[in-house]
């Protein structure tokens, strides 16, 4: 069984050093899993027995596109209203513990690695049966609807059911899992699992229009953030803003993997909250 990063929770003692790897620019940010502590922790409305990290959100010189959360649902935890944004989207993926999710009636039941998108305006709620804390990432997204196009359809799937996909060139040390179809233009956000054996990299400084959420899932790696160069590990997260040149390679000695959002398929919009 895959293990997942995440924050270790509590309170550092008095005796540590302030110093750490936090940085916040105005075209990248890097959160370490070590200052996710409970003193940063927050509850949410409608959710019981739940307390969330918000990682992005929506603001001036920040995330335009996406909110991302960690939440930790304790025992019998979880909400039957969970968003009230009825045009929001949503994409989880469980880190460890389980997930007990109802989309428009239909239930799942979501283990580590675990996947759910589920489209904007459905019904959904979310529970952890079991008896221990259940943790996982939650991204939203408001809709980008385009005339002719419906909504895309729910997705439950866990990743151990998809096999990644090699990128071109990268002899196998560099692979995407897909939990998206990349040709179904309903989508306005893709959700990936990106994948580097020791020693592979990005070998270029990607630059480009789709802003990024990356939640690191396991390993360590050194990332290229616009002029600096940073390393991160398992626990850690990571906002690029559109354009922010990028690049990375494994750090080894396991396997370098996160959780990659971006948003896709849509012509800009030219007016501030006009829709594409």
């Not at 001036?60 to 009825?86: C, K, W």
């Not at 469980?94 to 759910?116: K, N, Q, Y």
């Not at 019904?123 to 980008?144: H, V």
């Not at 692979?175 to 233009?185: G, I, S, V, W």
């Amino acid at each position: 069984m895959t293990s997942y990063g995440r924050p270790p929770g509590g309170l550092p003692p008095q005796t540590a050093l302030m110093t750490g790897r936090a940085v916040f620019t105005e075209a990248y940010a890097v959160i370490p899993g070590g200052v996710l502590s409970d003193i940063v922790a927050s509850p949410l409305p409608f959710w019981e027995g739940t307390r969330s990290w918000t990682l992005a959100r929506p603001m001036t010189g920040f995330a335009e596109t996406f909110a991302q959360l960690l939440l930790e649902l304790a025992p019998g935890g979880g909400s039957d209203r969970p968003e009230p944004d009825p045009a929001a989207e949503a994409a989880l993926f469980v880190l460890d513990g389980e997930a007990a999710l109802t989309i428009e009636g239909r239930a799942s039941r979501l283990e580590p690695g675990g996947f759910a998108y589920i489209p904007p305006g459905a019904a959904w709620s979310l529970r952890n049966p079991a008896g221990a804390p259940a943790r996982l990432q939650w991204i939203r997204k408001a809709y980008a609807r385009l005339p002719g196009l419906p909504a895309p359809d729910p997705i439950i799937v866990n990743e151990r059911e998809l096999t990644p996909a090699p990128m071109s060139g990268s002899d196998g040390r560099w692979a995407t899992t897909r939990f998206m179809d990349p040709e179904d233009l309903r989508h306005d956000m893709h959700v990936t699992i990106v994948t580097f054996e020791p020693g592979g990299l990005i070998p270029f400084e990607e630059t480009h229009v789709m802003e990024h959420g990356l939640y690191v899932l396991e390993g360590k790696g050194v990332y290229k953030l616009n002029r600096d160069w940073v390393e991160v590990e398992a626990g850690d997260f990571m906002w690029l803003r559109a354009f922010c040149p990028q690049a990375c390679y494994a750090g080894g000695p396991g396997r370098f993997r996160y959780l990659l959002y971006k948003d896709m398929n849509r012509l800009p919009a030219l007016r501030p909250g006009a829709r594409p």
